[in-house]
């Protein structure tokens, strides 16, 4: 069975519904979907899977309990980590849970879609799962145009674990990406943290921890990576992320100079403002009323009314979304 992942707690509660909304619009709502828990802080949207029939909260604990045993092994295994976290004022593991987007390799779907919760779909997907015939992974971005939130660039090891080549083809976003169950049974964990003690583990990047840890899972493991914004002609490609201003919207569907986008997301963006705007308050940013659309899709009766005047969510750009847009992510 084919189905579309995605990880949230009621902390992105406003995320989760857009995006699921958006998923029922797009791609049917019969569409099985499956929300992996970041935390145990779930009542809220628990309640809300609960009303869906094609959605479900996953509750496997012996696999959500081997994928955080296997996370706090690799980062046991980082020379430096612990110190970068404890700068950043950051718990005993940084973003500890974003790494809970991996028991989709244990299930429920033979094959998925991996969506972040700050991401709408815009299109149809049967390609990308079609795709996993003949690949162990599909991605769509342009993360392998700057490898620094993925590896330690100045790393002397990073080269001699994979060459130059791969790291410009395979590298890939963590915010989406296609799959298979099973790919990493505990014989493949356990060589995987073994690599990692022999010295790998000082070309992971220790600020994205999901991020670089699923590429390296991947790379390491020499699964096949296709990714489509380099393997489509260029006529066709699309961008994906909310940096971009020139996309058009016609019938609450993005274009990107004509061409549909197959998932929009709204990276680098901190949930508290989807949250304060769906609480009536008035900030604009990028794209916000395609994101009040999908969110309110089922109860636009209570879609916020503004009455003040609009607040910009931010008068510049963070230096990651520069990047990103320098860059040309799209």
């Not at 628990?46 to 996953?58: C, D, G, H, S, W």
């Not at 049967?126 to 330690?152: A, P, R």
């Not at 750009?317 to 990047?323: V, Y």
Request: a negative charge; glycine letters at 4%.
């Amino acid at each position: 069975m084919d189905g579309i992942c995605t990880l949230a707690n009621d902390r992105v509660f406003e995320q989760l519904i857009a995006l699921l909304n958006s998923i029922d619009e797009i791609l049917g709502k019969d569409t099985p979907v499956c929300v992996y828990p970041y935390d145990d802080n779930t009542q809220q949207i628990a309640a809300e899977i609960a009303k869906r029939p094609n959605v479900q909260l996953y509750t496997d604990r012996e696999s959500i309990q081997r994928w955080d045993n296997f996370a706090k092994a690799a980062w046991d295994t980082h020379p430096t980590a612990r110190e970068r976290w404890k700068k950043a004022d950051s718990d005993e593991y940084h973003r500890f849970g974003t790494h809970r987007r991996y028991c989709a390799f244990d299930g429920p779907f033979d094959r998925f879609i991996y969506m972040d919760g700050d991401t709408l779909a815009m299109g149809p997907m049967e390609q990308i799962f079609k795709l996993l015939d003949q690949y162990d992974c599909i991605v769509y971005d342009f993360q392998h145009k700057d490898l620094t939130h993925v590896y330690e660039v100045a790393s002397p090891k990073l080269l001699e674990v994979f060459p130059q080549e791969r790291l410009q083809s395979e590298i890939f976003c963590s915010g989406f990406y296609a799959s298979k169950k099973n790919l990493f049974p505990e014989e493949q964990r356990n060589w995987l943290i073994e690599q990692l003690q022999n010295g790998d583990a000082e070309i992971l990047y220790p600020m994205a921890p999901d991020q670089t840890l699923i590429n390296y899972m991947m790379m390491c493991s020499g699964y096949s990576i296709y990714n489509l914004a380099l393997e489509l002609p260029k006529e066709e490609k699309t961008g994906c992320c909310v940096t971009s201003p020139h996309f058009t919207e016609q019938d609450h569907i993005l274009y990107d100079k004509g061409k549909r986008l197959t998932y929009f997301h709204y990276i680098g963006m901190s949930s508290k403002i989807f949250n304060r705007v769906c609480a009536g308050e008035n900030i604009d940013f990028s794209y916000r009323d395609l994101f009040l659309y999908y969110r309110y899709l089922s109860e636009p009766e209570n879609r916020p009314q503004f009455t003040t005047a609009a607040k910009p969510y931010q008068t510049s750009l963070s230096l990651g979304q520069k990047i990103i847009a320098k860059l040309g992510f799209k």
